[in-house]
């Protein structure tokens, strides 16, 4: 259940400035990447904030 995993998990603790650096490589069919934490870190924010329209659609759905 969702609200456990919220409850059980540890805080989330900021990175220090030189960990934002680390890379690792990722295995996709026939290629490698290489990216560094910042990379991911900000894929992952635009990536997120790209669904922030569906969300609003949907809440605005349910409370209408």
């Known amino acids: 259940m ?19 650096d680390r890379t690792a490589t990722v295995t ?3 290629k490698l990447y290489e990216y560094s934490t910042l990379y991911y870190g900000d894929w992952m924010a635009r990536h997120e904030g790209s669904h922030l329209k569906h969300i609003a659609r949907i809440v605005k759905s349910r409370s209408a």
């Open 28 to 30: 996709v069919p026939g």
């Open 2 to 20: 969702a609200i456990s995993w919220i409850r059980d998990r540890d805080p989330l603790e900021p990175l220090p400035p030189d960990a934002w």
